[in-house]
């Protein structure tokens, strides 16, 4: 996790539709022009149409009105106010996901609709705790999809971790029960289940994640310990709703945000931590193990905005 100038550089790139999005309008929008009321206006757009949110976008504008109203300003001076606010809304919410070892195993269960990104998520974390020389299993709780297991196991083999698996189409909740008996009694230091995500059938997808929780939960009261949320920034302002949605479901303590790098709505993290202040663990920019990264409100700020 030493290589800090490398994933800022991979931070830069991923964010790079995002970053052109909001630098292109800061450039066109403030070349030789005075902060005036129509200068104000035109940017709450530019952010807005970046996905920031209108609050986000009103609380950035505030600040600029009340640094530099009636001042000529440059790009890069706007840039330089526009990383410091967006950094202010989500320096409360950036926090590393903490494992407890002492617990054997910390349980973690993974939700989100399918295609955020749930099950690589899953094998991008479990190797990186497993390198960092924790016992990690893995749980194949998406019993529909085939496919969903299959790519657990080879995350698993690719990281060393093993992956516990059912019957296809069997029932997630008592595979749960059997994973969390087992790492228990083999002294795990942490177990990741994955979900199920179908959402276009909203009630048997809460059902079935309320009853996961609540099997597990005769075996330990206090797990699961962390509930994440993954998320794919692509769905720019619907990923609002899905969190919404989730919180309706089971109790969400922290989000990941995946494929940063093919979408121009980074902003919309910005909206989540000023909507729900919900902690964000970590932010994915490629395919690698190495591009999920906790995440970090300064870079992700001056990433976002194009500032070195």
């Known amino acids: 996790m030493n290589d800090k100038p490398g994933w800022i550089g991979r931070l830069k790139a991923g964010l790079g539709k ?3 999005k909001v630098t292109q309008g800061l450039t066109d929008l ?13 940017l709450e757009e530019l952010l807005i149409a970046a996905d920031m949110g209108l609050p986000v976008a009103a609380k950035v504008v ?8 009636g001042q000529d ?3 890069e001076e706007v840039k330089a106010v526009l990383a410091e606010e967006i950094a202010a809304i989500l320096a409360p919410v950036a926090k590393p996901l903490e494992i407890r070892p002492e617990r054997k195993p910390h349980v973690v269960l993974v939700v989100g609709v399918n295609g955020a990104g749930k099950t690589t998520t899953i094998g991008k974390m479990a190797q990186f705790y497993k390198e960092s020389g924790l016992s990690v299993t893995l749980v194949a709780g998406d019993t529909f999809r085939a496919a969903a297991v299959e790519q657990l196991k080879v995350w698993g083999d690719r990281a060393k971790c093993p992956v516990i698996a059912g019957p296809a189409n069997g029932d997630a909740a008592g595979l749960a029960f059997d994973a969390l008996t087992k790492t228990k009694a083999d002294g795990a230091d942490v177990l990741f289940i994955d979900t199920a995500g ?3 059938n909203k009630t048997d997808l809460m059902a079935e994640l309320q009853k996961v929780v609540r099997v597990i939960k005769k075996i330990d009261a206090s797990v ?6 993954v998320l794919d920034a692509t769905v720019g302002q619907n990923a609002h709703s899905q969190v919404a949605t989730f919180l309706e479901m089971v109790n969400v303590t922290g989000l990941i945000l995946t494929k ?8 919309v993290l910005a909206a989540l931590a000023e909507k729900f202040g919900l902690p964000v663990h970590a932010i994915g920019v490629g395919e690698a193990a190495g591009d999920l990264r906790p995440f970090d409100a300064r870079d992700f700020a001056r990433s976002l905005v194009g500032l070195e």
């Open 73 to 75: 300003v440059s790009p």
């Open 224 to 229: 699961p310990h962390d509930v994440l949320l």
């Open 18 to 20: 995002s970053r052109q």
């Open 260 to 267: 940063l790098d093919g979408t121009a709505r980074g902003g």
């Open 30 to 42: 403030f070349t030789k022009r005075r902060l005036d009321d129509q200068a104000l206006e035109e």
């Open 62 to 69: 505030g600040a600029l009105k009340r640094q530099r109203f």
């Open 198 to 200: 179908r959402l276009h």
